[in-house]
């Protein structure tokens, strides 16, 4: 059994930087599809960033792209959400999850196992 758990959240100035982390115990984690999701109060859950199992394949949705990068490192069992030039915008539960298969998925029903979540907050 996978379980992933956040951190690296936290409260920030818009236009600052943030780097999450996402750390799975269990076995086979380099096989599997790594996604970032977020929750802002009163909002659907929405696709953030996802990285291939190998890492070689990245998305981001359009609202961040050019301002995240998720990357991972499979000797640590862990994935990265790096995020610069934070909104207020941004501000949201941030969450990590594994999909199972080693190929990107951008919605939520693709993934199995998710993380608790990191708040992140933007000031002006």
């Known amino acids: 059994q996978v379980q992933l758990v956040e951190s690296g959240g936290g409260l920030v100035q818009a236009g600052g930087s943030l780097r999450l982390s996402c750390a799975a115990s269990?076995?086979?984690?380099?096989?599997?599809?790594m996604g970032w999701f977020r929750q802002a109060p009163g909002k659907e859950r929405e696709f953030v960033a996802a990285?291939?199992?190998?890492?070689?394949?990245?998305h981001y949705a359009d609202s961040v792209k050019g301002r995240f990068t998720i990357s991972r490192d499979n000797a640590k069992n862990t994935v990265y959400l790096q995020m610069n030039s934070l909104k207020l915008d941004d501000t949201a539960i941030y969450l990590c999850?594994?999909?199972?298969?080693?190929?990107?998925?951008?919605?939520?029903?693709?993934?199995?196992?998710w993380g608790q979540g990191t708040q992140v907050t933007v000031s002006s």
């Open positions: 269990g076995r086979f984690f380099s096989n599997n599809a």
């Open positions: 999850a594994t999909r199972g298969y080693p190929s990107i998925g951008m919605r939520v029903n693709e993934y199995a196992t």
């Open positions: 990285i291939s199992a190998s890492g070689y394949s990245r």
